[in-house]
């Protein structure tokens, strides 16, 4: 049986534990990590890596401004 957890993380250097934990025994329930932000000259909205890099492996991924509390009962409903 595969342990079951949720991953939470923005930066690039995140991106390689996430690539790892994918491949490895556990079950990925769930990616969070911030909203797009507008970034650059252009200002155009920017995915975090990490969000990024969970499209291309196809994993559930979030995007909350906050935790608030509708967020929290999901993420309690997920029982990592």
């Known amino acids: 049986m595969s342990k079951k957890i949720v991953f939470m993380g923005t930066p690039e250097f995140a991106v390689p534990s996430l690539k790892e934990l994918k491949n490895s025994n556990y079950e990925i329930l769930t990616v969070y990590t911030q909203p797009a932000s507008k970034a650059n000259r252009g200002q155009k909205l920017t ?12 994993l559930n991924l979030r995007t909350p401004l906050l935790l608030d509390s509708d967020e929290y009962n999901f993420l309690k409903s997920l029982k990592p």
């Not at 995915?47 to 196809?58: F, G, H, N």
């Open 47 to 58: 995915k975090s890596e990490v969000a990024i890099t969970s499209e291309k492996l196809s």
